[in-house]
Nanobody
Framework: QVQLAESGGGLVRPGSALRLSCTAS???????WSWYRQAPGKQRELVARLGDTFTSTANYAHSVKDRFTISRDNSKNTLYLQMNNLKPEDTAVYLCNSYGGADRDYWGQGTQVTVSS
């Protein structure tokens, strides 16, 4: 079974930067690679998405556009999320997702990002 392992979260001050990583246990087919986040009392939110079939087009939530960058290293089966100028509103558990159809929908366990002064 495919497993996704996330790392890079932590406690930082506003204005700081973090880079999250998500590594798949094996090479997999995927329509999309995405980062989601979920804060206490809120619904899961799509943060950034990267096409992984025939394009590398990236899309971002309005709240993180121009601050976050999603990328991947295919040779390492790894997805990244570079987060700059972090704000307290970014505090959440960040989840990695690979979607290749209903039977190929994989999630990591999440990594905590806390932004506090």
């Amino acid at each position: 079974q495919v497993q996704l392992a996330e790392s890079g979260g932590g406690l930082v001050r506003p204005g700081s930067a973090l880079r999250l990583s998500c590594t798949a246990s094996e090479q997999i087919f995927s329509f999309y690679w995405s980062w989601y986040r979920q804060a206490p009392g809120k619904q899961r939110e799509l943060v950034a998405r990267l096409g992984d079939t025939f394009t590398s087009t990236a899309n971002y939530a309005h709240s993180v556009k121009d601050r976050f960058t999603i990328s991947r290293d295919n040779s390492k089966n790894t997805l990244y999320l570079q987060m700059n100028n972090l704000k307290p509103e970014d505090t959440a558990v960040y989840l990695c997702n690979s979607y290749g159809g209903a039977d190929r929908d994989y999630w990591g366990q999440g990594t905590q990002v806390t932004v506090s002064s």
